[in-house]
């Protein structure tokens, strides 16, 4: 079982998170931004991993440390929990439908962050959130864990359901890359022989 723990304590936020990538779906997430909560226990049953992340962080200033330090330990614990990444597909792609939104997404477990993020979001918020703390979280966790990862807007005017799209598809994309080739159980996946 493929797993991580990890805790980060800053003058901006507290964070405790557990993952599992082999897991059932099952995220127990408190961040005190609910749209992000939202969307952390869509992407956990979506992926199949189990998340428990609670977050104590600066709300009286805004949701921003929140959410990026959120992605920062996510990415953390995605490049914990996955190792050298032996045996791993490596690469995963999601075109995932929410109403009137639609939205690529596509990951290489490649050990390089970079992230290309094509949007076009006119609302200025997702419930109190506000949308351009989107990017920055996927900017973070992309950063961390170590992975080139694409996701682009194909439709949609609802930031709700482009959002949900993006979560959606990141977990299905990330359960994809990260699972186990039987085939190639004992190999990194690169021709480099390290990811």
Known sequence: MRTAEITRNTNETKINLSLCVEGSGVGEIDTGVGFLDH?????????????????????????????????????????????????????????LPM?????????????????????????????????????EFFMAFARECGITLHIRQLSGKNAHHIFEAMFKGLARALSKAAAVDTRYANEIPSTKGVL
């Open 39 to 95: 969307m952390l226990t869509l992407f956990a049953a979506h992926g199949r991993f189990d998340l428990k992340l609670n977050c104590k962080g600066d709300l009286q200033v805004d949701a921003h440390h929140t959410v990026e330090d959120t992605g920062i330990v996510l990415g953390q614990a995605f490049k914990t929990a996955l190792g050298e990444r032996r045996g791993i597909v490596r690469y995963g792609d999601a075109l």
């Open 99 to 135: 109403d009137e939104a639609l939205v690529q997404v596509a990951v290489d477990l490649s050990g390089r962050a970079f992230l290309s993020f094509e949007a076009d979001i006119s609302e200025p918020a997702a419930g109190t959130m506000e949308s351009s703390l989107i990017e």
